[in-house]
């Protein structure tokens, strides 16, 4: 596969001609049940609050293709916050249950707090709570944490790849100290969290000698570790399937280390495979978006900063529900029934594809104008 790097704002140019979702034809209203065209429900929504980040993680957004002068999208070009949760009631009328926000760096949009109030106000046709959640690179957590739980959030992902002080100030590339994101997770548990994550993504030759000290760390913490793949998720990083260690490696490292025994899935869709330590201090997990793809279950859709849905992590189109939303007088049945054409149509399995290898042609093709992650979150 491709290790070609090339500038964003060619593959924003790319994405520029993004369709806005036909409303033609019989309103669909919602029912709280919506399947795509492989009987997946839709259930989780990722929404990505800004595109901008103050790491320069060189699998995600390396320093040389958002340098100093990138283009970040302008202010007024992002979904309000009046606008996210209008949107987000939506997709729950139509069955979402899990909501996570996400970036670039979303503790870098001013005021978070008065969304996750929007948003931890809202309910299930049955009267339930969402399960709402934030992932962060945690360099702000330690003085936002008290703020975040108060506003009423209730799990936090914590991206974390290495322990070494030297080696994670070379990962993230803004000289951040490793200190500063492990005093987040602790102001966090001081908070009242009550789901902490860490998620480590594991490149061949630069982290993965970590793994073991990154396990023995957070064991017995109630910080639940997971490691990723490295992944191929758009194309400014140069990923090459030689970087990949695979999850089946990982858990033989901590095998070595402490005894294990596998842990069954919370709920069907769940991405990490989960394990727990024997003698009862913990579990981590392991996400396999590589080398075990788990398109079949995928119940994730993916909201932009500025307002596009994309069905896929690994996406090469996505569809305008900015355009609609501020068009005057369309209505909330209207975005209904745009959200549930686009999901009934909804065929992605990349990652399938890519397994199989059974046609390299069309993923050569999708790979040149995959969406960065930095752009809908991971």
């Known amino acids: 596969m491709s290790s070609k790097i090339i500038p964003v704002t060619d593959w924003r140019s790319m994405l520029r001609d993004r369709p806005t979702p ?28 800004t595109d901008r980040c103050n790491f320069r993680c060189v699998y995600c957004m390396p320093k040389e293709i958002f340098g100093n002068d990138h283009p970040f999208l302008p202010h007024a070009e992002l979904l309000t916050f009046e606008e996210i949760e209008r949107l987000a009631t939506v997709f729950v009328a139509h069955g979402v249950r899990k909501i996570r926000l996400t970036g670039g760096e979303p503790l870098l949009r001013r005021n ?62 803004a000289d951040f100290p ?28 630069t982290n993965d000698h970590e793994i073991v000290p990154m396990a023995r760390h957070f064991r017995g913490t109630g910080v639940v570790l997971r490691f990723i793949e490295y992944m191929d998720v758009g194309t400014s990083n140069g990923w090459r399937m030689d970087d990949v260690v695979a999850s089946a490696d990982v858990i033989a490292q901590i095998a070595q280390y402490a005894r294990i025994e596998p842990v069954a899935p919370g709920y069907r869709g769940e991405t990490a495979e989960r394990w727990r330590y024997s003698d009862g201090s913990g579990e981590f997990g392991t996400i396999s978006s590589v080398t075990r793809a788990f398109c079949g279950d995928c119940t994730r859709v993916r909201l932009s900063t500025e307002g596009k849905i994309y069905l896929c992590l690994f996406a090469s189109q996505g569809y305008d529900l900015r355009a609609l939303l501020r068009a005057p007088g369309l209505d909330d049945a209207a975005l209904a029934t745009a959200i549930a054409r686009i999901w009934h149509g909804r065929g992605d399995h990349y990652s399938e594809i890519r397994a199989s290898n059974s046609a390299p042609r069309d993923v050569a ?14």
């Open 22 to 49: 036909d409303l033609s034809g019989s309103p669909v209203p919602p029912n709280g049940v919506l399947t795509d065209t492989r009987g997946r429900a839709l259930r989780d929504l990722r929404i990505s609050i």
């Open 112 to 173: 978070i707090e008065h969304l996750i109030e929007r948003l931890a106000s809202l309910r299930t046709p049955e009267g339930d709570p969402l399960d709402l959640s934030l992932t962060t690179n945690g360099s702000l957590l330690a003085r936002k944490a008290h703020a975040l739980r108060a506003a009423g959030l209730r799990r936090l992902t914590v991206s974390l790849d290495a322990l070494d002080d030297s080696l994670f100030r070379q990962i993230n590339d």
């Open 178 to 205: 490793v200190a500063e994101v492990l005093d987040g997770i602790d102001a966090a548990r001081e908070a009242g969290f009550g789901s902490i994550k860490v998620n480590m993504v594991v490149k061949r030759g």
């Open 365 to 378: 093709a999708h790979d040149a104008r995959r969406v960065e992650m930095s752009y809908i979150g991971g």
